[in-house]
C-alpha cells in the first residue's frame, strides 16, 4: 500500500520581494516498508523536500503548490496539533548532525524514554526497557553505561547510532534521514548507512534517505530519485538506474565515482554547477551543463515521462528498443515533440538573468544550439565582468547575480 504520495509539490521563498523557487512541482511516492534514496548536488532541493514532507517550512518560505498524502492525508492541510501528533511518533526524522537532534545537557537514557512517554502512555519503567533493547539494537557496546552518559561523551558515530535509536523507538511508518552520514568520519558512513536501511528492513518502516553520495545510497535503498535545481529528473529502481541511467545528469554523477575512473587519472567531473535559485534557466535546467542538449532543451522544460518503471525528464533519452519499448517510446517522443513545439519558452525581463548562468556552460554544449553558442559569448563577457568583481572581493554567487544581459 502506498504510504507517501507527494503530488506535485512546489516550494517557494521570498526573496527582495521575489519569489524564489526551490521545488518545481516534485512528485513521487514511497509504498510501505519500501526505501527510496533522494539524491544531488549541494542546493538541488533535497533537504526543502525533506522538511516540507512535515510541513516545517518556514517563513520567508512556503509550500505554494501541491499535496503530501501521508496514509491519505493532506499534510499541508493538517492542523497543528495533527502535525506534533505525526512529527517524531509516525514520521521520525534523522539528521546529518546528531547534536541537532540530541540535547547535550540531558543524558541520553533521560531524552530515549521522554522521547517515547512523549507519544505513548507507558511506564517509566517500560520506557526504560524498551530503550536499553533499542540500545542494543543499534549496536551501542555496553548499552547500560552509554543509557547515563550525556551526549558529548559519546563519539559522532555513537552519537548518530543513538539518534536512529530513538527514530525507531515509535516504530515510526516511515523515517527521513537527511545526510544522516556528512558529519560522520568516512570509514563509518558505508555502516551507519547500511545500519539504518536493515533496521528499517527489520521493522517494516519504509525509508526516505537523502544524500549526495550516490554510491553509498544506491548500497541500501531499493529505489532512487536523483534532483536537480528543485525537479527530479531520473527516478527508478536502483539496480537499473546504476547500471543504465537515462538521464545525462544521473550518467555524470556515476562517471564522477571514483571506481569509474582509472587509478592514477584525475577523476571525472559535470563541468560547471548547479546554478543558484535567483538565476533562471529556461528549458531544461541542466541543458547549460548537458553534452547532449539541443534546439527543444534551451526553451521548454522536459517532463518526467514514464519509461515501464522509471521516470526521466530528459529530451534525450531512450530505452534500448525492445517490441515493448520501440511502441512504448514512439508514444514518449510523439508526446515530447508536442510539447516542444506547442509550449515555446516566453522569455520574461527577470529571464534575462539566465544569460550570467552562461558560466555554466558545458564546453561541448557551446557548439550544439544557436542558443548555447549565444551563451558562450555571454559567458565570456561574463567571465570578463567576474575577473573585475572578483578583484572587489564579491562571491561567485554575488557575482553571477549582479551580472546583467
Ligand atoms: N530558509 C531559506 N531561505 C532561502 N533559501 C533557502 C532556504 N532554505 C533553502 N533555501 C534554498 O533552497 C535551495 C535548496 O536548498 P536545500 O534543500 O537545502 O538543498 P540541498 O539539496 O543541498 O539539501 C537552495 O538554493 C537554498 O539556498
Ligand atoms: S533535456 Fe536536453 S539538456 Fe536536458 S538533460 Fe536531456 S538532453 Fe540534456
Ligand atoms: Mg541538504
Known amino acids: 500500500m502506498t504510504l507517501l504520495q507527494v503530488k506535485n509539490l512546489r516550494v517557494e521563498f521570498l526573496q527582495r520581494g521575489r519569489a524564489l523557487e526551490a521545488l518545481k512541482g516534485i512528485s513521487f511516492t514511497i509504498e510501505d516498508g519500501e526505501s527510496l534514496g533522494i539524491v544531488g548536488e549541494s ?12 510541513n516545517l517550512i518556514s517563513k520567508p518560505g512556503r509550500i505554494c503548490g501541491g499535496e503530501i498524502l501521508f496514509k491519505g492525508e493532506d499534510l499541508t492541510k493538517a492542523s497543528r496539533r495533527r502535525l506534533r501528533e505525526i512529527r517524531g511518533n509516525r514520521i521520525a526524522m534523522i539528521f546529518q548532525d546528531p547534536m541537532m537532534t540530541l540535547n ?3 543524558t541520553i537514557g533521560t531524552q530515549m524514554t521522554e522521547s517515547l512517554k512523549a507519544h505513548r502512555s507507558i511506564s517509566s519503567r517500560k520506557a526504560r526497557e524498551l530503550a536499553l533493547d533499542m540500545l542494543h539494537e543499534v549496536a551501542i557496546p555496553d548499552p547500560l553505561s552509554r543509557f547515563k552518559a550525556y551526549p558529548h561523551e559519546l563519539s559522532g558515530g555513537m552519537r548518530q547510532r543513538i539518534v536512529i535509536a530513538t527514530a525507531l523507538l515509535t516504530e515510526p511508518d516511515l523515517i527521513i534521514a537527511d545526510e544522516p552520514t556528512t558529519a560522520l568520519d568516512v ?3 558505508a555502516e551507519i548507512m547500511a545500519l539504518i536501511a536493515e533496521l528499517c528492513r527489520r521493522h517494516g518502516t519504509s525509508l526516505l534517505l537523502i544524500t549526495h553520495d550516490i554510491a553509498l545510497v544506491s548500497q541500501v535503498t531499493e529505489r532512487l530519485a536523483i534532483f536537480y ?18 538521464h545525462p545528469y544521473t550518467e555524470g554523477l556515476l562517471a564522477c565515482l571514483p571506481q569509474n575512473n582509472p587509478p592514477g587519472q584525475p577523476l571525472a567531473q559535470i563541468p560547471g ?20 542538449a539541443i534546439e527543444a ?8 515521462w514514464r519509461f515501464g518503471n522509471r521516470f526521466v525528464a530528459c529530451y534525450k533519452a531512450s530505452l534500448p528498443a525492445t517490441p515493448q519499448t520501440l511502441q512504448q ?8 515533440a508536442k510539447k516542444a513545439a506547442t509550449q515555446p519558452y516566453h522569455r520574461r525581463e527577470e529571464d534575462k538573468e539566465q544569460l550570467a548562468a552562461a558560466k555554466y556552460l558545458h564546453p561541448k554544449a557551446s557548439t550544439n544550439t544557436p542558443a548555447a553558442a549565444k551563451a558562450t559569448k555571454n559567458a565570456s563577457d561574463a567571465a570578463t565582468q567576474s575577473v573585475s568583481e ?5 562571491t561567485p554567487a554575488q557575482r553571477s547575480g549582479k551580472i546583467k544581459a
Do not use: N
Open 104 to 106: 547535550p545537557v540531558l
Open 390 to 394: 572578483t578583484s572587489q572581493g564579491s
Open 297 to 304: 532543451c534551451t526553451m521548454t522544460p522536459p517532463d518526467l
Open 329 to 336: 517510446e514512439t508514444k514518449i517522443l510523439e508526446e515530447r
Open 229 to 246: 535545481s528543485g525537479r527530479i529528473v531520473e527516478e527508478g529502481p536502483t539496480d537499473k538506474l546504476i547500471k543504465q541511467p537515462l
Open 43 to 54: 542546493g538541488a532541493g533535497k533537504s526543502v523536500a525533506a522538511f516540507a514532507i512535515l
Open 187 to 189: 570509514t563509518i558512513q
Open 273 to 292: 554547477s548547479m546554478p543558484p535559485l535567483e538565476i533562471q534557466i529556461p528549458g531544461c535546467e541542466f541543458h547549460p551543463r548537458c553534452h547532449k
